[in-house]
C-alpha cells in the first residue's frame, strides 16, 4: 500500500512538472510498477528458499534486467520499461532499508499531506479513475495504522495493518449514514477480524469487485452488462435457501427396479418479479391438452422457498422463474427491481409453479402443437375452477380477476421486444436456416438450435465481441458477442451461448430473452439452508412458444439439459395417450464450421511483431521454468514439514491428499461441501470404513477435548499407510 502510494503521488507530481509528458497515464503507469513489484518481490520470496535473503534480493534482478533490455523502447506499451526500472529501484531500497518500519510509519503521514494538497490545490486526483480511489484508501489505512504505533503501545492488544485496511475499504463503499458510528461494536468487528482474519480479507475484495471494473469479472450475480471477457471463478456464498420439501425427486430405474434419487434443479431469476403471466399461460396451455390433475403432477407441481441474501449488492428481486408470490417480511413484492440496495440479511418468500421442462410428456404436447396452441382462453371463473382442480388452490387467492385479464392478454408490443435481431450478421441468418429448415413446431426449433450449441467446448478463457462494449443489454451486443463465438472464438460460457441462442431464435422467428441469475442444483442430503455460491451464476436463453408461455433452454455444454435432470414420473396405464410417453429424438444437426483464418498480411516493417513474438517466448520460457522451480519446491518443503511435523500435523497432511486422491479416483460430478462424509461416500467401498476410522481420528485431533486431541503414532501411521493404498489406485 505505501509502495502504491508513493509511486502514485510522485508520479502525479511528475506529470504536473513535465506537462509535456502526454502519454504517460498516470493509472496505468502506477499500476505497472506495482505489477512489477510484486513480480520481483515473489521472485525474490522463491530465490530465498534456495539461498539467503540478501543474495536472493540481487538475484531476482537478472529476470528484471532480461525483462528490461526486452521491453526497451517498446511501442505498444509507453513507458514500461521506465516502470519497470522504477519498480526494481524501489524493490531494493526497501529490502536494504534498515529503518524500513520508521519509514512507512512517518512516510504515510508526509504522503497524504502531499496527496490532499495535490487534490485541494492542484485539483489532481478528482476520482476520474479508480487508482485515485484506491490512492486515498491505501493512505486512510497507511494513517490509521502509523497512528496507533505512534501514540499507543506497541504491544498491548494493539490491532494489527490489515484491520485498518479492511476498516479503509469498508468506509469507501458501504453508504454513510446520519446516526453517529457506535465504535463499539467497530472493535469487536475488529477483535473478530483480527482471529479470522481471511474471510475478511474474501469479504473485502468481494465488496471491492463492485467498485473497480475492469475488462473480465469474478463469477457471481452479473446484469446484462456483461461482455463475455475473460471470468475467474469463486466459490463465495451469495444466496441461502430454505424449504421444508424434499431436495430431490425418487423414481424407480426401469432396468434395475431400484429407487433412484434425481436432484432437484431450480432457476432463480434476478430482476422479473412476479411473473403471473407465464403462469395463467401454462395453466391454459394445460386446459388445451385436456390435462386433468394426475397428468399436471407428471412435471409440475407447486413449490415455496425462502431466500436470504448473503454476499451481494443488487436492486434486483431473485427468485426462481414461474413465481406467482412474492413477499418480504409480509409485504407483497411485485416488479423484479426494487428502488433501494438489497444488500446481506435481505429476505424474499417465492411461491412458484415448478417445472419438469425434460418430461416427455410435456415434451410431447410441445411437439404434437405446431407452432400455435391457439384455444379460446378459459374465462377467469373457468380458471379459478381448473386450478382448485389440478393443484388444489383456487386461482383467485393469487391474483384478482383484473390481473388474470391482463395476464391473458399477451401484448403484441411486449413480445416485440424480444425480436429484435439488430446487428445480426448474414452467417447468423444462413445458420438459423440450416437448422431449422423442415421444424414443425416452435419447440423443435429450440431444440435443434440448443443442440447445435452444445458441440461448442465450454471455456472461461475467451473472448467477448468485436467490439469492447458490446454486452447482453442490447440486440447489437448480443450479435456481436454471438457473431464471434459462433465463427471465430468458438469457446466460451453461459453468456456466449445464451447470447447465440438469444439471436438465432429471435432469426428463427421465435420471441426470446436472456434471464440473469443462477441455477441450483439441490444436493442429495435433505438440510436447513442450502448455499447458492457464485459459482451457481448463470445466464440462459428463454423461448416464448406461442400458447405455452416463456421456456427455458440449456445451451451451455458445461450444464445438463432439462431431459437430463427429468424428474422422471411415470404416467398411470390408463394415461398413456397422455404424451405417449416419447422422449425427444436428437436432429441431425451440422458440425461446428472451420474457423477460415485470413491470409496474412504482408507489412514492409515487421520488426515490432518480430520483437513481441520473442519476449513472449522468453517470458513463457521463464514462466514455464518457474513453475517447474516452485513445483520441486514445494514437494521438498511438504516433505521436510512432513518428517518433521509432529503426529497431528502429519496426519492432517494426509488428510488432505486423501481427499485429493478422492476427488480424481471419482468419475462424477463432486462438489467440497467442507464435510468429510461426502468424500467417503465417492470413496472405493472396499476402503470406505477405514478411510472413515482416519477421518473420525482427525475430527477427533480438532474438536475434542485438549487432552483427547493426541494422535499416536500407529494412528498416524494408518493415515500414511491409507493415503499410499489409495495413490496406487489411481
Partial sequence: MFVFSLVSIFTEIFITMRGDVADLRREEFSLFVIGFFALFSAMEYVFGVFVSRLTSVFTSLIPALLLFLLLRNNALIPHIELAMAVAVIIRLLFALMTYKEQVITWGAFVLSAVAVYLCLIRKTFDGAVFTDKLLFVCLAALVLSSSQRLFCEK???????????IISFFSLILPMKTEPIDWTKAIEVGERIVSGFK????????????????????????????????????????????????????????????????????????????EAANVVRYLNFLHSQGADREVAALFSQLSRVNIEYVYLDTQDEIAP?????????????????????????????????????????????????????KEEDMSFAEANSYMQEIYNMPLDSIMTEAEYERAVKIDEEYLKGYTDTAGSSERMKDLVKELTNGSVSEYEKCKNIETYLRQYPYSTDTAGGHEPGSNMSTAEGMADI???????????????????????????????????????????????????????????????????????????????????FSWHRVAAPDKKEIGKNTVYEQPSIPDIPEVIKPEPVEQENNTATTQILMIA????????????????????????????????????????????????????????????????????????????????????????????????????EMARLLRLKLSNLQ
Fill in 321 to 373: 422463474i414461474n413465481s406467482y408470490v412474492l413477499t418480504n417480511e409480509g409485504r407483497k413484492i411485485e416488479a423484479g427491481v426494487s428502488g433501494t440496495q438489497h444488500k446481506k440479511g435481505y429476505r424474499l418468500q417465492a411461491r412458484f409453479l415448478d417445472i419438469d421442462y425434460g418430461s416427455p410428456y410435456l415434451i410431447s404436447m410441445l411437439e404434437n402443437s405446431p407452432t400455435a396452441l
Fill in 155 to 165: 504491544k498491548n492488544n494493539a490491532f494489527p495493518f490489515y484491520y485498518f485496511v
Fill in 482 to 564: 454471438a457473431d464471434r463465438f459462433l465463427f471465430e472464438t468458438q469457446k466460451g460460457y453461459c453468456v456466449h451461448y445464451a447470447s447465440s441462442m438469444v439471436m438465432l431464435l429471435r432469426l428463427a422467428g421465435i420471441s426470446a430473452r436472456v434471464s440473469v441469475g443462477y441455477r441450483y442444483a439441490y444436493p442429495f442430503e435433505q438440510m436447513e439452508t442450502y448455499s447458492v455460491g457464485s459459482n451457481c451464476a448463470h445466464a440462459w436463453p428463454e423461448a416464448y412458444l406461442q400458447g405455452f408461455g416463456w421456456m427455458p433452454f440449456e445451451p451451455t455444454s458445461a450444464y445438463m439439459t432439462a431431459a437430463d
Fill in 199 to 274: 474471510d475478511a480479507a474474501d469479504n473485502a475484495s468481494y465488496y471491492l469487485s463492485f467498485v473497480f471494473k475492469d475488462d473480465s469479472y469474478t463469477a457471481g450475480y452479473s446484469s446484462f452488462d456483461v461482455t463475455g471477457d475473460r471470468v475467474g471463478k469463486s466459490d463465495k456464498v451469495q444466496l441461502l435457501l430454505e424449504t421444508n420439501e424434499k431436495p430431490f425427486f425418487i423414481f424407480k430405474d426401469e432396468e434395475t427396479g431400484a429407487n433412484m434419487k434425481m436432484r432437484r434443479n431450480v432457476y432463480l431469476s434476478g430482476g422479473r418479479g412476479v
Fill in 617 to 716: 517466448a522468453i517470458v513463457a520460457l521463464s514462466i514455464i521454468l518457474l513453475i517447474v522451480l516452485l513445483i520441486a519446491g514445494t514437494i521438498v518443503i511438504r516433505n521436510i514439514v512432513y518428517r518433521r511435523g509432529n503426529n497431528e500435523k502429519r496426519l492432517s497432511m494426509d488428510v488432505e491428499m486423501i481427499k485429493r486422491v478422492l476427488r480424481k479416483l471419482y468419475k462424477g460430478d463432486f462438489t467440497d461441501r467442507g464435510l468429510l462424509s461426502d468424500y467417503v461416500e465417492i470413496a472405493p467401498f472396499d476402503h470406505q470404513a477405514e478411510i472413515k476410522k482416519v477421518f473420525d481420528i482427525y475430527y477427533r485431533s480438532i474438536y475434542a477435548s485438549t487432552e483427547s486431541r493426541h494422535v499416536s503414532v500407529d494412528e498416524a
